[in-house]
């Protein structure tokens, strides 16, 4: 009974939590928000039933003593259930833990379903009555029979076989037919993905940085930003993980030709720059971690560009401003930060990535960098800022994400933040 129910609630899981791995479902907003929070509930009141039935199930283990296969199957199904929930508790209160160990919870989480989707299909195939009533007969044989041969280790008392009798059992027995088969089909379908992520480090669909060539970008920005000593040689020693490429948007493309950089709203000096004249302005270098709030981070960025409090001082903003709003070239992401949050001097509109143009992928030409908060507040595409003296909802806070971003452990102590 506990066991159909947990099936059921495991297949949901599955469901819900393949899609918000998947890239195009990040664009529908608030419907991945509620999908996550979904998947949360659900991985909760599963975790309620693998408690419940906890000490059954190890007492289970012990019975099954002498049937190896059995054993293992519930010994796998018990790792795998721990694993999710251990590391689901840790990204659910992502807030409680530093992010390493939310990235270490999340490559968890997602190795985890790698292995146990499959393995739960493969299970959950071969083990359906469907199958089994495909083999008239065979039920009976497995009762009668097998306990046997695989609890007692009876000897099989064929005669040992030749590989091509053995090719030709695998082949020519249905239920091993199917068997064979659906392994066959889950390694051909999963298999180049899974090596891939694992691969790539537990990144899903990012860019590897160090074979990144910049004239081969989807922006065409021409001339190229030079990049400072400490950034020719990134000082951070380049980025150490993968960043996952999140847009809300199809990813927009720009060129130097009609690309333009404004400030506007409650300023002195309106400001507008074209290409050329934006990298002209002085730059400086900083190594920093980028931290999203699903979990992932890339640590020791080597980011260039101009400290946001440069920006805002050459426009001169009026003293009836509050915040400081930023728009995406996308034309549907925003979001805001404070004044005094905009004053903090590690908050950097980017151009430079380890000493490379920032990839069109990850927000170049231009992008937001706020280090101390989620990553949702680091706008890619940067291309404007306004001065305002209300409050402004971000794209994703809009959608339910917390208007708190500090990652807890970089919140600054002191000041009024
Ligand atoms: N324009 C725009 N900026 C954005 C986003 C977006 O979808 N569109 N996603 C945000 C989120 S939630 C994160 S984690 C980072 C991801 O940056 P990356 O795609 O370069 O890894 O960008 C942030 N800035
Ligand atoms: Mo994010």
Redesign the pocket.
């Known amino acids: 009974m506990l066991h159909a129910w947990n099936a059921w609630l495991v297949l949901l899981l599955a469901v819900s939590g393949i899609l918000l791995f998947i890239k195009p479902f990040?664009e529908l907003g608030v419907v991945r928000v509620l999908t996550k929070e979904g998947h949360i509930w659900l991985g909760l009141l599963s975790t309620v039933i693998v408690l419940i039935y906890l000490p059954q199930m190890i007492r289970h283990i012990r019975q099954l003593r002498g049937k190896p296969e059995q054993q293992w199957n519930l010994s796998v199904v018990l790792i795998l259930l721990v694993g999710w929930i251990v590391s689901g508790i840790v990204l659910w209160q992502f807030r409680q833990f530093p992010p390493v160990w939310s990235n270490v919870a999340l490559t968890m989480h997602d190795l985890f379903t790698w292995v146990g989707v499959p393995y739960a299909i493969y299970h959950s195939v071969t083990r359906s009555r469907w199958l089994k009533m495909r083999r008239p007969g065979a039920v009976m044989q497995r009762e009668a029979g097998e306990g046997v041969r695989e609890s007692e280790g009876a000897p099989r008392l064929e005669t040992p076989r030749s590989v091509t009798e053995t090719v030709r059992d695998v082949l020519y027995t249905r239920r091993s037919f199917i068997r064979w088969g659906l392994l066959g089909l889950l390694v051909v379908l999963i298999g180049p993905k899974f090596g891939r992520w694992l691969f790539s480090g537990g990144g899903s669909g990012?860019i590897d940085l160090n074979a990144y060539d910049p004239s081969k970008d989807g922006n065409r920005m021409l001339p190229a930003p030079q990049p400072l000593p400490d950034s020719i040689v990134p000082v951070g020693g380049g980025s150490q993980g993968h960043?996952?490429?999140?847009?809300?948007?199809p990813i927009p493309s720009f060129s130097s030709d009609n690309w333009k950089f404004t400030i506007s709203g409650l300023v002195d000096r309106p400001q507008s720059w074209d290409w050329k004249q934006f990298t002209d302005l002085a730059r400086s270098v900083q190594v920093s971690d980028f931290h999203?709030?699903?979990g992932w981070s890339v640590y020791n960025n080597t980011w260039e560009g101009i400290t946001l409090s440069k920006l805002l001082e050459k426009a001169g903003v009026q003293s009836k401003a509050r915040v400081v709003k930023f728009y995406?070239g996308?034309g549907?992401?925003t979001d805001t930060l404070t004044l005094a949050q905009a004053a903090l001097d590690d908050v950097m509109v980017a151009v430079l990535l380890d000493g490379k143009p920032i990839p069109q992928?990850?927000?170049g030409p231009v992008?937001l960098i706020v280090p101390k908060m989620?990553?949702?507040k680091?706008?890619?595409?940067l291309q404007s800022i306004e001065l305002i003296d209300k409050d402004h909802i971000g794209?994703?806070e809009a959608r339910g994400y917390d208007t708190d971003a500090w990652v807890p452990s970089l919140k600054p102590k002191q000041g009024n933040v």
């Not at 960043?243 to 948007?249: A, E, G, L």
């Not at 680091?378 to 595409?381: D, E, F, N, P």
Request: aromatic content about 28%; charged content about 20%.
């Open positions: 990040r990012g960043f996952r490429i999140y847009t809300v948007t999203c709030v699903t995406s996308d549907v992401y992928e990850l927000g992008r989620y990553a949702y680091s706008v890619k595409w794209y994703w």
